[in-house]
């Protein structure tokens, strides 16, 4: 038995706009009404005055540097790479104090997942025992704009269970993987039953998830892009006329999944299409669907930060009072995130 370990967010007030800040932190919750854990409260105080010189370009830690720079004591160094915003929220006494207590028994960390998105480089690993994860998002300057210890509960026997039926992407072209995988660190949903192998993907071209005004849902590339059935089914729930919502960072957690579709398959296997746009649902309740039909758009309705699509499959068709099943993709691929995937 893995013994549990509080989460210690050295915070993550990063201003990426919804780009990634939003998305690392509220994206995550999309489709879900379970209580979200809260990052944890922390005193600050004014960091002691230094007469050390500044350090240069050459000096700075690379975010790969991260998890070797922490085992081996570096906090100051990590400290001093800090934002100016991130260290008005712990002093660098607090933040030594609690990264020497979180990560005392670790011996080593194993990458988990890295993705590069709107202008931050976001690196994620796994300690050698498996119950700690670390994140770090640093800018293109090499300034670190959050830091993360999360305590890991992996669920080794519903991980090695997968859908009976194969699917498809539910989409075609090329998709980035923002939430995915089999923990807690690189997928937020795992932490829940209901959707821990769900999936949230976007679009991203250049390194990035919209282009011009952030706060408008039509300068996110995902936003209005179709949507297909992932398998034969017969549709079984449809929501169309929530609204879409903007600017692009206001949500709408009353409807959690917004406007979705849902599809149930055989063997009594249930694919959630969520988020969707708002009035661009096709097909309705009692339709039977093939493959590649396509059900409707991408969109921002519901508990969603930024236009893009959560896919799940679960063993019912409500979202939350079903569990949710590891996905046998078509094409044998098992994406993580940071991974882009291309569907034809």
Not at 262 to 267: L, M, T
Not at 300 to 328: C, M, P, R, T
Request: net charge negative.
């Amino acid at each position: 038995m893995m013994k549990k370990r509080n989460n210690v967010n050295w915070m993550h007030y990063s201003k990426m706009g919804l780009a990634l800040g939003a998305l690392t932190v509220v994206l995550a919750a999309c489709g879900g009404n379970a209580a979200q854990p809260s990052p944890t409260t922390v005193e600050t105080t004014t960091p002691p005055a230094t007469t050390e010189q500044p350090t240069t370009d050459s000096d700075k830690l690379t975010a790969e540097d991260i998890p070797t720079a922490l085992l081996d004591g570096k906090y100051k160094e990590v400290y001093d790479q800090f934002s100016d915003d991130f260290k008005k929220q712990i002093s660098e006494k607090d933040f030594i104090t609690s990264a020497e207590t979180s990560i005392k028994q670790v011996k080593t960390f194993n990458e988990a997942a890295d993705m590069e998105i709107n202008d931050a480089d976001v690196r994620s690993w796994v300690s050698d025992s498996g119950d700690l994860g670390l994140n770090v998002t640093m800018d293109k300057q090499g300034t670190i704009l959050g830091l993360q210890a999360k305590a890991l509960t992996p669920a080794p026997a519903t991980d090695k269970v997968t859908t009976k039926n194969e699917y498809a992407f539910p989409f075609k072209g090329d998709w980035f993987v923002f939430w995915g995988g089999n923990n807690a660190l690189i997928n937020y949903h795992y932490e829940y039953e209901s959707q821990r192998y769900a999936y949230d993907f976007i679009q991203r071209k250049d390194g990035h998830s919209y282009s011009g005004d952030p706060l408008k849902n039509e300068s996110y590339y995902a936003f209005g892009q179709p949507l297909y059935a992932p398998a034969d089914g017969k549709v079984v729930s449809v929501l169309s006329n929530i609204a879409d919502n903007e600017p692009v960072g206001k949500m709408n957690p009353e409807v959690p999944a917004g406007n979705e579709v849902v599809i149930a398959h055989a063997n009594g296997e249930y694919s959630v299409i969520g988020h969707m746009k708002k009035g661009s649902a096709l097909v309705k309740v009692g339709d039977m669907v093939k493959t590649g039909d396509q059900l409707g758009l991408v969109g921002n309705s519901g508990n969603s930060s930024e236009a893009h699509l959560h896919y799940q499959v679960s063993d019912g068709a409500d979202l939350f009072k079903s569990k949710a099943i590891q996905i046998k993709w078509k094409d044998g691929s098992e994406p993580v995130q940071g991974e882009t995937v291309t569907a034809k």
